[in-house]
């Protein structure tokens, strides 16, 4: 498959598919641009009538051109696309590249046409970017297989654009700043190539250090999230994506003919994902340039050293208004800087160095506030005055920020007078910017990217034990709703939903009668609610069926023929099933747990502030599932009651690690029953005592009334695969489980590591392992099972338990072949663990349907050597050392 988008993004031999020598047509500006980009292969212009096309000797077709064509660019009506494609196919094209418009953008014959050459390229293996695209770019190698009026300039970014007109828009102003890329890509309606092969390809490609996307909507969520949660980790995504608002969520619809999500909801996958959002072009390469230059910042506090006051203001403003801080300057860092600026300087953060300044005192000042902890940035202002020197100034910034091993930016403020002192900052590796805000802005979204990284490579702490679902109850009220033709579920199913989920809910009961109200109201104590309980009425405040608070029996027995008379009021036809009774509960806050399938990325979490003030506030965060207890609290951190939460001036806060496990227990109900559309928990009722669900809302999906499920099929980002547990016994009696790998594992695995032998370890890893680091343990436990499989042995005798092996695939980004590794604990060599681990890992290889398995052993591992000898793997020899291996799967 790499070789595949090779023949796009690296061909030998194109074929220019309706090239002309119209200087008003596409297929001329594409043939012109090829010509004169400096491609060192060979190009076939390709025109029914013409002999020649801009000189150079043209074919009626595809069939006619002598050589294998590596790339065919199509430039002619979208009618005669499909037969174009066809003969492609037939005659061994390696890849298309179809700019021409007129498809899934066009209405229902377009649909038709897009859907027909979509299954002749998968048909013929052909990989397809576009159609209606721009073409690509790959300055390196002098491919300009566009209509763009100028060639990018090479460089590390791959640019990847929804948008083909923005791509002309970027290449004009990136020549005139100089800025080079690795490649362009327009992909258009993304018929076949898409983000995901995109940003797999790039991920693996030693040319380039960033991917930058232009995204109007996405159609194909898990391989995208999956490819970008694989890569982000070493190469930065930054992604602008159009369509925040309603509006433009429409305008991207109409354009692209795909579906807009909810905007909050990218927003939390991309957190997920580790991908960096912007809201501008100026953002995405103001990212790109910072990343390529600079350490990321530990946190948000800034020091802003500036020789003018009022940049220096304008900077706090931004900072303070957009979640950042001011570093607040230690008094030794403060008596350091009283020793060598004039006493008259601003005493604090901002530093101002005062007007004079010259790059003495500027170098010793960012160098002397870098050094305090309290500092994760600096941005050094400079305007210009009359005495001072911009490029004397640049350098000393860049000779300390070599020094300080921290954040450092600049913003030169001005044009002509400070220009020559910006190329020294850019020389020296010192991101700058025309605006202090920029310059914020990006230390900003550098520290949002620092810590969505950090989340990636977080060990979650386990789940607590002895969380049991209750599954088949569950579902047994869905089937129940479903057989009655209902998709609302009532507050007492719903309720028991959650606390089959082990989610505890307010003690309630439903009833038919006014004595049968009255005796349960006695047998849990008053004060009580009653609330109206019918499928056809969801807003049930707004049709006079609640009242709170209800003290006395005589209360009760009136109050309960009035809501059954507001029902009745309220929609005449509506069926009563009962009014339900449960008992008054008041604690100190009151939250929203809920959760909706996005149109794009399915269930969606969402966690804040409830009660009547939800609307109001607005205090929600979203997550996607699957969640454990790391990514739960982060969810809850995003929330501004989280301050209260935790305990505030005197007022006790709540156990947050039940409350972490509550959107645990959350998430798996959502992952588990697809049949849910939408869920509502509101309020959630808790404080230091606990908490207990007041109010539940469940709407179940039509589609599923009548259709099979699958196991987390509907989640964008892969669960934990529980089908792969098993037990297994040894030949000499052991008793081990065989589940897969999760990220809560990293004690367990650090600690057999530790007790490996180091000739074990060089067996595995081919070398010695100099220091085992939190980030390099958890690329082991922290996976994506979509895209690889680690399989642990462990032992469980109740009293302790701890992984003694693991047997690990990782799959090419093409899902064609994957790379087999296994490391067994010392004390377990010779009982047959590795066979059987080694046997089960090419048992799921095959159910993953991948072709092949392979890897790599040393030539003296004569136990290796013997068992892949056992299992038919074919044996290359590299050298002395090593030997690779490879095994064909059927």
Known sequence: MQK???????????????????????????????????????????????????????????????????????????????????????????????????????????????????????????????????????????????????????????????????????????????????????????????????IDYFGTDAQTSCILIYMESMKNPRKFLSAARSFSRNKPIIVLKAGRSAEGGQAALSHTGTLAGNDAVFDAAFQRAGIIRVDTVAQLFNMAQALAMQSLPRGNKLTIVTNAGGPGVLATDYLMRNGGRLSKLSEDTIKQLDSFLPSSWSGGNPVDVLGDAGQEKFEKAIVTCAKDPEVDGVLVILTPQSMTDPSAIAEAVVRASKLTGKTVLASWMGEKDVAPGRDILEAGVVANYRFPESAVDVFLRMGKYARDLELLFETPTAIPQGFEPDREMVRQIIEHAYQGNRLNLLEDEAKSLLQFYGIEVSKNKLCRTVEEALGFAEEIGFPVVLKISSPDILHKTDAGGVKLNIVTAEELQSTFQQILANAKAYKADAKIEGILVER????????????????????????????????????????????????????????????????????????????????????????????????????????????????????????????????????????????????????????????????????????????????????????????????????????????????????????????VGVVRIIEDAWRESAEYSILIADEWHGKGLGNLLTDYILKIAQDRNLKKVNASVLASNSPMIHMFKRRDFAFERIDLEFFEVEKELT
């Not at 005592?689 to 699958?710: C, F, N, S």
Request: some cysteine; proline content about 6%.
């Open 4 to 198: 595949r988008l090779d023949k796009i993004l690296k061909p030998r031999t194109i074929a220019v598919v309706g090239a002309s020598n119209r200087p008003e047509s596409v297929g001329y500006g594409v043939m012109k641009n090829m010509l004169n980009a400096g491609f060192g292969g060979i190009i076939y212009p390709v025109n029914l009538k013409e002999v020649a096309v801009q000189g150079v000797l043209a074919y009626q077709n595809i069939e006619a051109i002598p050589e294998q064509v590596d790339l065919a660019v199509i430039c002619t009506p979208a009618p005669t696309v499909p037969a174009i494609v066809k003969s492609c196919g037939e005659s061994g094209v390696g890849g298309l590249v179809v700019i021409s418009a007129g498809f899934a953008e066009a209405g229902e014959k377009g649909k038709v046409l897009f859907k027909e050459i979509v299954d002749l390229a998968r048909h013929y293996k052909m990989r397809m970017v576009g159609p209606n695209c721009l073409g690509v770019i790959n300055p390196h190698m002098g491919v300009n297989a566009s209509f763009a009026p100028k060639n990018a300039l090479p460089g590390k970014l791959a640019f990847i654009s929804q948008s083909g007109a923005l791509l002309t828009s970027i290449l004009d102003w990136s020549v005139d700043q100089q800025v080079g890329f690795s490649n362009f890509v327009s992909i258009g309606s993304m018929g076949d190539v898409d983000f995901a092969d995109l």
């Open 584 to 803: 008054m509960v008041k604690k100190g806050f009151e939250l929203l747990l809920g959760a909706k399938k996005d149109p794009i990325f399915g269930p969606v979490v969402v966690f804040g502030r409830g009660g009547v003030e939800v609307e109001l506030y607005k205090d929600t965060r979203m997550g996607l599932p699957p969640l454990n207890m790391a990514l739960a609290a982060r969810i809850i951190k995003g929330t501004k009651i989280y301050e209260l939460l935790k305990g505030y001036r005197g007022m006790a806060g709540v156990n947050l690690k039940e409350l972490h496990f509550l959107l645990c227990k959350f998430a798996y109900l959502i992952m588990d029953f697809p049949q849910i559309q939408e869920i509502d928990i509101n309020p959630y009722v808790v404080d230091a005592k606990g908490g207990l669900a007041l109010d539940a809302r469940v709407i179940l999906d039509p589609a599923y009334a009548e259709q099979e499920t699958q196991p987390a099929g509907h989640l964008v980002i892969p669960a934990y695969p529980e089908s792969y547990e098993k037990d297994v016994i040894l030949n000499g009696g052991e008793a081990l489980v065989f589940r897969p790998i999760r990220p809560e594992d990293e004690p367990m695995l650090l600690d057999m590591l530790e007790q490996v032998s180091d000739q074990s370890l060089y067996m595995r890893f081919f070398g010695f392992i100099p220091k085992i680091t939190h980030h390099w343990m958890s690329r082991f436990t922290n996976i994506d099972y979509d895209r690889e499989m680690a399989i642990v042995a462990e032992m469980n005798t109740g009293t302790q338990r701890k992984i």
